[in-house]
């Protein structure tokens, strides 16, 4: 199953918004509708944002009198993910020729397929050193093959110690407000027939210092130079959580997430959704009519806070004082 693909000239998806209840695939054939389905969720995760934004391109060459405006808008269309303006970047460096442009797209698209074989490798043998086997994992909102083309990235290594055999559980943390673990990651953990079990949010913390957990893994929406990583809100109190109980924190994410042009996590734009998505559940409110609400997507984490990240092509030993900057790209598994 793959999450998003170039199909008949037309971009097509499933609609992240109407998991678990429903399996639907979106087909889209403006840019418009492509910037519509990007802000309100349809299509999300880092590396499906990349593949996204670089088939964006395609439709842009494609149905545009004016590509170099739609795909300015397409760029912005979420602020945080590296990922995105990253995929428009690759594929608009082929314009004008319409073929050009749509041959990198899917190259882009192939490419994160192999990215997220070659992480649950690196990520596996990684956790096979640092934690016992079979391992329990935490994980927050939804790194799997939704959030990427197929596979996944931090929930992509859960699924190869799976297959290995040494997986014990998979804690998910529910991720409010959109409740991305709760609806997308529980969904992928039942399909791959992998244990697992749904924990809200405020536990995450309480139960690594209990010992429910031997090990966290995130994806990351953005790495800095030097390590700091923005992801889903709740990664950082994750983290904190994690730090206090002796527990690896672990980021799982393509080299396509790391962004050595932004030196520290604090240059990092977080995108706040607003104030519907906290005040209300599915059009059911929550709270008093009027409350006001601060609504971050994402957070960062220290370097200080992660014991090392996990590409396509290294691990980065934080906890040895290494860096994005400091390690080279290795090999892909
Ligand atoms: O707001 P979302 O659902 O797009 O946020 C996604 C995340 O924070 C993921 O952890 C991140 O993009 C990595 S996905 C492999």
């Known amino acids: 199953m793959r999450t998003i693909d170039w199909v008949d000239g037309a971009i097509e998806l499933i609609d992240q918004t109407r998991l678990p209840d429903e399996l639907v695939t979106l087909r889209i054939e403006t840019v418009d509708g492509l910037i519509d389905a990007i802000r309100r969720l349809a299509v999300r995760g880092a590396p499906a944002l990349g593949v996204a934004g670089a088939l964006g391109v395609a439709l842009a060459a494609a149905t545009c009198d ?41 190259e882009i698209r192939d490419d994160d397929i192999a990215a997220c074989r070659s992480m649950g490798e690196y990520g596996a043998d990684l956790l096979a050193e640092l934690a016992p086997v079979p391992v329990r994992i935490m994980t927050v909102c939804n790194t799997g093959g939704l959030a990427a083309v197929e596979r996944g990235t931090a929930l992509g290594v859960v699924r190869t110690l799976h297959e290995r055999g040494g997986l014990a559980e998979a804690l998910a943390l529910e991720t409010r407000p959109l409740l991305q673990g709760a609806r997308l990651t529980t969904w992928e953990l039942a399909r791959m027939g992998a244990p697992h079990r749904l924990v809200v949010d405020a536990a995450g913390p309480y139960l690594l210092a209990r010992g429910h957990a031997d090990a966290v893994l995130i994806g990351a929406d953005r790495i800095a130079a030097n390590g700091d990583t923005a992801n889903k809100i709740g990664s950082y109190a994750l983290a904190l959580g994690a730090k206090r109980a002796g527990v690896p924190f672990i980021v799982v994410a393509p080299e396509t997430t790391v962004d050595t042009a932004t030196p520290t996590g604090a240059a990092i734009e ?13 059009g059911v409110p929550l709270a008093p009519p009027g409350t006001a609400a601060l609504n971050p997507a994402f957070d960062v984490t220290p370097h200080e806070l992660i014991t090392a990240i996990v590409t396509d092509r290294r691990v980065v030993r934080l906890d040895r004082g290494e860096t994005p900057s400091s390690v080279p790209p290795g090999p892909r598994r």
């Not at 977080?270 to 599915?282: L, M, Q």
């Open 66 to 106: 004016d590509p170099a405006e739609a795909i300015a808008r397409l760029r912005a269309a979420r602020p945080t993910a590296v990922n995105l303006a990253w995929g428009v970047d690759q594929a608009a460096a082929h314009l004008p020729g319409f073929d050009a442009v749509l041959a990198r797209a899917l």
């Open 270 to 282: 977080i995108e706040d959704r607003g104030a519907a998505e906290v005040v209300s559940v599915k």
